[in-house]
């Protein structure tokens, strides 16, 4: 496993903006699958954004348009810059990881047990 270590959660109104960081002591964002997951109470964990080795990215509808997916592979830093924020935006955000990386679609509809390595997640409150 790799340890992945998120940053960059808070509260901000609706409306606002966050950045999310997710940094690693390896290199893996060059060969790796990566993605953002959330999980709201109560509800089940879902993919929310993710990005495969090549730069390609998949993003769920909720979030299209108003989500960006970016790493760094010099940094060994995954991003998820949030713009237009609503109240159903919160939840705990959570980065993961996946070595058999086939493409950012089916890496963001995987479960818990799909991605071999998650973070510890950082949390999101929008206020409206």
């Known amino acids: 496993q790799v340890q992945l270590v998120e940053s960059g959660g808070g509260s901000v109104q609706a409306g606002g903006s966050l950045r999310l960081s997710c940094g690693t002591s390896?290199?893996?964002?060059?060969?790796?699958?990566v993605g953002w997951f959330r999980q709201a109470p109560g509800k089940e964990r879902e993919g929310v954004a993710a990005i495969d080795s090549a730069g390609l990215t998949a993003y769920a509808d909720s979030v299209k348009g108003r989500f960006t997916i970016s790493k760094d592979n010099a940094k060994n830093t995954l991003y998820l810059q949030m713009n237009s924020l609503k109240p159903e935006d919160t939840a705990m955000y959570y980065c993961?990881?996946?070595?058999?990386?086939?493409?950012?679609?089916?890496?963001?509809?995987?479960?818990?047990?799909?991605?071999?390595?998650w973070g510890k997640g950082t949390l999101v409150t929008i206020s409206s």
């Open positions: 993961a990881a996946v070595s058999a990386c086939i493409s950012a679609i089916q890496t963001l509809g995987f479960n818990y047990y799909g991605m071999d390595s």
């Open positions: 390896f290199y893996i964002y060059s060969s790796y699958c």
